[in-house]
């Protein structure tokens, strides 16, 4: 089983940025795939994307092509997730979560979730 | 990609069984047997509980299983107990390397 933690909650202005780091401890780093999972109030879920930090590739979302960069440094096990052009609607619980080699809905460990909360 | 389509909300009594439909489109769920299931308690992230359309992580409850006609998946829950109470959310591969998901079904035990 993977451990994972994700950095604390955020407080951000429409049009800005923000980054939020996951740092995967137990199994084995290259073994897996990051992949980011985003929650809006009483809403559903949302995947974003993912990074194979062996191969350091990364797959996006359509609707998030351009806005999302994710990027892993294998010499600290963690991965970041940087979404940038900040709405109100973008006010979610981001989670990361490990999945397989193949694209597939499987992710087997989630880290606490990071409150992001977009407000002018 | 649209979500896929969950009826907002399900009950029903201890003891008895429910299924949670999970409706996609000939692009996902209809094209690929690679549907998951998530069990999510309040305040806490979701858990596997079904993939592959229906096969079960190590170790957990054969009361949850999962199936697929068509474009539609289902999760059915036997024997409902209390601790089954919580959201449900199902998940698919899509056309064009992506993955989607259901907007959720809130389960009441009554």
């Known amino acids: 089983q993977v451990q994972l933690v994700q950095s604390g909650a955020e407080v951000k202005k429409p049009g800005s940025s923000v980054k939020v780091s996951c740092k995967a401890s137990?199994?084995?780093?290259?073994?897996?795939?990051i992949n980011w999972v985003r929650q809006a109030p009483g809403q559903g879920l949302e995947w974003l994307g993912r990074?194979?930090?062996?191969?350091?590739?990364?797959n996006y979302a359509q609707m998030f092509q351009g806005r999302v960069t994710i990027s892993a440094d294998t010499s600290t096990t963690t991965v970041y997730m940087e979404l940038s052009g900040l709405k109100s609607d973008d006010t979610a619980i981001y989670y990361c979560?490990?999945?397989?080699?193949?694209?597939?809905?499987?992710?087997?460990?989630w880290g606490q979730g990071t409150l992001v909360t977009v407000s002018s | 990609q649209s979500a896929l389509t969950q009826p907002a909300s399900v009950s029903a009594s201890p003891g008895q069984s429910i299924t949670i439909s999970c409706t996609g489109t000939?692009?996902?769920?209809?094209?690929?047997?690679?549907v998951s299931w998530y069990q999510q308690f309040p305040g806490k992230a979701p858990k596997l509980i079904i993939f592959?359309?229906?096969k079960r992580p190590p170790g957990f409850s054969n009361r949850f299983s999962g199936s697929k006609s068509g474009n539609t998946a289902s999760l059915t829950i036997s024997g409902l107990q209390a601790e089954d109470e919580a959201d449900y959310y199902c998940?698919?591969?899509?056309?064009?390397?992506?993955?989607?998901f259901g907007g959720g079904s809130r389960l009441t035990v009554l």
């Open positions: 990074t194979t930090p062996i191969l350091d590739t990364t």
């Open positions: 998940s698919s591969y899509s056309r064009g390397d992506t993955l989607i």
């Open positions: 592959d359309v229906n």
């Open positions: 137990g199994g084995t780093f290259n073994s897996y795939t």
């Open positions: 000939s692009s996902d769920i209809g094209a690929y047997n690679f």
């Open positions: 979560a490990t999945g397989g080699w193949q694209l597939l809905p499987n992710f087997d460990d």
